[in-house]
């Protein structure tokens, strides 16, 4: 089971890009780094997942070097009501280990 | 995608009772997770509750304190039992949908314990 690494919190302003690096360096073979985003009283939300190289949804960015051993959400141009809990999870290719790291707590300020 | 249903949303509940979440899903789903999440912390995963099969426990919880059911698939529970108020935190229920993303979980939104 890897274990991830994030920062505990972040601040940004709005309109800013926003990079959030999650070290996993004994991710397996197998291994899918997925990332989720939560806001205070829901759920988390499923935002992106990769595997190698760079991803990119109408949301977000997903940076992963060819070690795979670390991997950086990107977030273009944030609001005020990006404010969350950003979590990075390391997941079996089987879709099993789906274990939250503590998760980088990021505050958007005017 | 898949819709959840969590039931109650909130109960306040006596020392030494038992409650039991209901978890309803809109679509079959084989993987079925529930976690907790107390205040200002992140989640943690409790058990993995697969239909026709027990539900598999991480460490530190046990089925005698939260025994969970899994009839079909799109329907779980999850009791508590014997509450403290160690037990007060948010219950989570959250399924593997059928997505392309191998990671990607749904959540409901929850169900609030206060245990006095």
């Known amino acids: 089971l890897a274990k991830t690494t994030q920062p505990i919190s972040m601040d940004s302003y709005e309109g800013q890009e926003v990079n959030i690096t999650c070290s996993h360096n004994?991710?397996?073979?197998?291994?899918?780094i997925t990332w989720y985003q939560q806001f205070p009283s829901q759920g988390p939300r499923f935002i992106i997942q990769g595997y190698k190289t760079k991803v990119t949804n109408e949301v977000a960015s997903l940076f992963i070097p060819a070690d795979r051993k670390s991997s950086t959400l990107s977030l273009p141009r944030v609001s005020l009501s990006d404010t969350a809990v950003y979590y990075c999870?390391?997941?079996?290719?089987?879709?099993?280990?789906?274990?939250f790291g503590p998760g980088t707590r990021l505050s958007v300020l005017p | 995608s898949a819709v959840i249903s969590q039931k109650p949303s909130r109960d306040i509940c006596q020392r030494g009772t038992s409650l039991t979440i209901q978890c309803q899903v809109d679509s079959q789903v084989t993987m079925m997770f529930w976690y907790r999440q107390q205040p200002g912390q992140s989640l943690t995963l409790i058990a993995t509750?697969?239909?026709?099969?027990?539900?598999?426990?991480e460490s530190g919880f046990v089925i005698d304190k939260f025994p969970i059911s899994r009839p079909n698939l799109t329907f779980s529970t999850l009791t508590v039992s014997n509450m403290s108020p160690e037990d007060s935190s948010i219950y989570l229920c959250?399924?593997?949908?059928?997505?392309?993303?191998?990671?990607?979980?749904?959540f409901g939104e929850g169900s609030r314990l206060t245990v006095l």
């Open positions: 004994n991710i397996a073979t197998n291994d899918y």
């Open positions: 509750a697969n239909q026709g099969s027990e539900a598999t426990y």
């Open positions: 999870l390391v997941v079996g290719g089987y879709g099993q280990n789906f274990v």
């Open positions: 959250s399924v593997k949908g059928l997505t392309a993303n191998t990671g990607e979980l749904f």
